[in-house]
C-alpha cells in the first residue's frame, strides 16, 4: 500500500511562485495516475491537476491553466505541482491523491490513497 507525503507549502506573495513535492513510499509510484486535489474550509476538494501513469496526458482546473505544471518522476517516486503566478485565491489545503491505472479519474470520491496535505498562503 503506497504512503504519500506532501511537502513544499508555505506562504507566499501574490505573483510568486511555490513547487510542491509528492513522495511516494512502500510501492511504485510508477503503477498509479495521480492527482493534487485542493481544499479551503467548508468547501468540497477540488481537482487542480492530474497526471496519466506514464506522463504523457495532463489535465488542470480552468482557473490554473498556465500558470500550474503537473510533472513526475517516476525513477524518483515523486509527482510535483510547479505554481507560478500565485492569487490569493489559489489559498487552500493542497492534497496529493493516487490511483492505480494508466490515467487519472476525475471525481474525488475515485482516489484511493491520499497524504496529509500541504498548506499553500498566497497573501501579501
Known amino acids: 500500500q503506497v504512503q504519500l507525503v506532501e511537502s513544499g507549502g508555505g506562504l507566499v506573495q501574490p505573483g510568486g511562485s511555490l513547487r510542491l513535492s509528492c513522495e511516494a513510499s512502500?510501492?511504485?509510484?510508477?503503477?498509479?495516475?495521480m492527482a493534487w486535489f485542493r481544499q479551503t474550509p467548508g468547501k468540497e476538494r477540488e481537482l487542480v491537476a492530474a497526471?496519466?501513469?506514464?506522463?504523457?496526458?495532463?489535465r488542470y482546473l480552468h482557473s490554473v491553466k498556465g500558470r500550474f505544471t503537473i510533472s513526475r518522476d517516476n525513477v524518483k517516486n515523486t509527482v510535483y505541482l510547479q505554481m507560478n503566478s500565485l492569487k490569493p485565491e489559489d489559498t487552500a489545503g493542497y492534497y496529493c491523491?493516487?490511483?492505480?491505472?494508466?490515467?487519472?479519474?476525475?471525481?474525488?470520491?475515485?482516489?484511493?490513497?491520499w497524504g496529509q496535505g500541504t498548506q499553500v498562503t498566497v497573501s501579501s
Open positions: 497526471i496519466s501513469r506514464a506522463g504523457g496526458t495532463t
Open positions: 512502500g510501492g511504485t509510484l510508477s503503477i498509479y495516475a
Open positions: 491523491a493516487a490511483e492505480r491505472g494508466d490515467y487519472p479519474p476525475s471525481g474525488l470520491y475515485e482516489y484511493t490513497y
